[in-house]
DNA sequence: CTGTTAGCGCATTCAG
DNA sequence: CTGAATGCGCTAACAG
């Protein structure tokens, strides 16, 4: 910097008020500096502005290592967002989302001095340590996590989402729809599974005991292997695609024909799902628009820390993909259909 | 860290020793630091540091939005292997590989004073950024680009790995082999169909031309509707799974049974891969190891910038999972079974 | 083994 | 509209 000044033939200060953009400036001035910032190829130094400013322009974001379809997407959409926000933005995936990973996770971002975290995919420790960070006073987003367990939240309505899917199978004619749940541990999963309660509910049906899987095809594969032999049941509702895609298998294995003998429905609109055999109907999210809100939620939280926004604001409406594998029920037992 | 100082009954500096874990320290004093600070809830200001050592300890990561299963595996890997070296890692995504948008993330990265960048699925505008860079100072490490066109490159052995998938289908006894390439400006993509070229040539047979896709389930779908009707194929390698998904599509919607008709083996090894139907054969990669690599090489061209390791190392072994979509083609034509 | 003195590169007072 | 001083929190020399 001091060398822009001397090219440039002016102080210090003046270059930095250039390259902060400030307005008291004459125009040929600046055009001097700006010159001469150009030729010597000059770039500020962003460790001694974060010194003095005590702004790091740095955001965190802590995900998960597995690698699921949904919270990692969310973790590129939330990246792609705060860097177009102009934060720097430093990712640590966890092992897992247990409690002293996810702590360790934050400190390691609190060290590096950012200025704000987003927790993606969050299960009740994860939230835990979340809540104890607000606490601290760095602010701490949370994508897919309760609303109610943390101040601020960001996410898709699972619940809706689930009453979608079921609603479809609902229209359709099925009375016998069993769930694959995700992880109960995990928010996302108690509320796709609250949904599916709810439509039943709403329906007047009987609600079957669910299942739970682990969010994996394989666990979709597994508890399918149980699923076939109840013939009784002609529609079942996945949490997520992947379990749903080890579902079809089973399913195809047991020569049970899909959407002829039972209907299928998933959750997060993989970008295979419309190749399956069968194509699989199932609820996307705007995952892009999630991204967006965490960090606009985020940036109103490093510069507030004062009251979250409006609840509407949080939730972002999911949308139900019709595809192959659902159909009506091939003996239609009229019982509950209003 | 002046009020640790003084809580310590020491100076400004000794607590810089005991934070830097330097030897010559009375343990007496060390312990009443380390009890001050940690009374005090002290943490260092990593931009103070970052200032004077001028050394970051961060490094940034770039790739790509798309969020195919492969890279950004090793994105998560990458960024893992990072951390556990001690480093911050800054991620960034862009939109497309092209050579403004990865120029553009690397301005950011160097913005913020990252120390090496490691570049994840390359593609030729990628690798001409990247050798500049290289140029310019800043070392980057290529993840699955070409060996001759970055000085540091690490990845899987993509022609073996399709040697192996094309082995396979050989030595199943099949002689019409079709594949289905990625987009051939990505040299992962070009490397699979090498190998691919190889095996064929090495077993004496006629190489048909390739198909090329870009890599996603929908273009293996488009893809395969051609190939059902070339039914004097008996096999196709598909260079990824999720055009190998796409095309199990195709041909189950042309009543073509893979294997019988056809075998079908892909390349990734997706977490899916074992419960398609059937469950894909195919090449798996080590991701972890590829992303510690990564890291490890990053670390010697920040220390050294010297000559690059030796060959061996920069390439990661793929290995073959034979699962239930190969099986020898169901009328022999023998001609070329050496 | 420990304290003292400088200065990293910048933004922020305050004067001109 | 611009320049001169001051200090952010820390580490790197030196002294002692």
Redesign the interface.
Known sequence: MADVARLAGVSHQTVSRVINGQSNLRPATRLRVEEAIKQLGY??????R??VTRR?A?IG?IGS?S?FWGP??IH?TV??AG?EAGY??????V?DLTRAAVADAVD?L????VEGIVLIAANDEALDVARAQEAVGIPVVVVEGSLYQARWTVGVDQAAGAELATQHLLGLGHTEIVHVAGPLAWTEARARLQGWQNAMHAAGLRIAPHLEGDW???S??RLGGDLVRRTDVTAVFAAND?MA??L??AL?EAGRSVPGDVSVVGFDDI??A????P?LTTVRQDFAEVGHRAIEMLRAAIADGGPDGDVPDRLVQPELVVRASTAAPRRSKRKAKA
Request: avoid cysteine; charge should be positive.
């Open positions: 770039r500020p130094n962003s460790a001694a974060a010194l790091s740095t974001v290592k690698g990692s997407s590129r990246q792609a860097r720097f933005v430093s990712s640590v995936n092992p390691h609190r060290d590096q001095g994996t095809a394989e979709g594969y992947q895609l080890g079809l298998r195809w970008p295979e419309g190749f399956l055999i194509p």
